[in-house]
């Protein structure tokens, strides 16, 4: 069983940063896809980014192209999503999820096996 442990979030005011972390409780983690995802008041969860195993291939939906960043620490069993210039549009229960293996993309929810808690972004004009 996997455990992810989200931290970060916060209230932050528009243009400014964030960085999220997402630990997890196996060393496996290293193997795994790692995503972000996002869910709004009434609105489907959206995959904001992924990362493969590595952290060598990423991949980011348009809206935060540019502004976001996700890396990993394999040594840590850490994923991150640094935000920047955010817009009060980005605020949303952010998630971190796993796949269960190395396969990569995943770009369906319904291919993450492991989620954590959520963590609230707020960004306030």
């Known amino acids: 069983q996997v455990q992810l442990v989200e931290s970060g979030g916060g209230v932050v005011q528009a243009g400014g940063p964030l960085r999220l972390s997402c630990a997890a409780s196996?060393?496996?983690?290293?193997?795994?896809?790692m995503g972000w995802f996002r869910q709004g008041p009434g609105k489907e969860r959206e995959l904001v980014s992924s990362s493969n195993w590595s952290g060598g291939i990423t991949d980011y939906t348009d809206a935060v192209k540019g502004r976001f960043t996700i890396f990993r620490d394999n040594a840590k069993n850490t994923v991150y999503l640094q935000m920047n210039s955010l817009k009060p549009e980005d605020t949303d229960v952010y998630y971190c999820?796993?796949?269960?293996?190395?396969?990569?993309?995943?770009?369906?929810?319904?291919?993450?096996?492991?989620w954590g808690q959520g963590t609230q972004v707020t960004v306030s004009s």
């Open positions: 196996v060393r496996t983690f290293s193997r795994y896809t």
């Open positions: 999820a796993s796949g269960v293996s190395s396969q990569y993309p995943l770009g369906r929810e319904s291919q993450y096996g492991y």
